[in-house]
């Protein structure tokens, strides 16, 4: 009995599609992560702001009250929270919106 191995074309016609496939799914999957992240990022600086709201509210100060991250930690906020790609949250004052170098407007 005669043994049937696979051809070089076979091989390569096959190594052809899988690289077909990948040069259409990689970018796809690079911007749904992206975009996951962006999501994660807006709403821990949602999360700030709401934590900088009450700490304005509860302790009497004005919109231009710069409050501190132990000032909201862990009275508002139960952990202090990170951005998923490393950017370090500018908590600005409580009439200004939290910011975040990756992924918010200056």
């Known amino acids: 009995m005669k ?4 051809t070089l074309v076979e091989i390569m016609i096959v190594v052809l ?6 040069t259409i799914a990689v970018p796809q999957w690079m911007k749904v992560r992206d975009s996951s992240r962006q999501n994660a990022c807006d709403e ?13 509210q509860n302790t009497g100060q004005d919109g231009t009250a710069v409050p501190t991250v132990p000032d909201l930690v862990p009275d508002y906020l ?6 998923p790609t ?8 409580g009439d200004e919106s939290c910011h975040c170098p990756h992924h918010s407007p200056p």
Request: aromatic fraction near 10%.
């Open 78 to 83: 139960q952990r202090w929270p990170t951005c």
């Open 86 to 93: 490393g950017g370090i949250y500018d908590i600005r004052s």
């Open 17 to 22: 599609v899988i690289s077909l496939l990948l």
């Open 44 to 56: 821990n600086r949602g999360k700030i702001d709401q934590a900088k709201t009450l700490w304005t």
């Open 3 to 6: 043994k049937r191995a696979f």
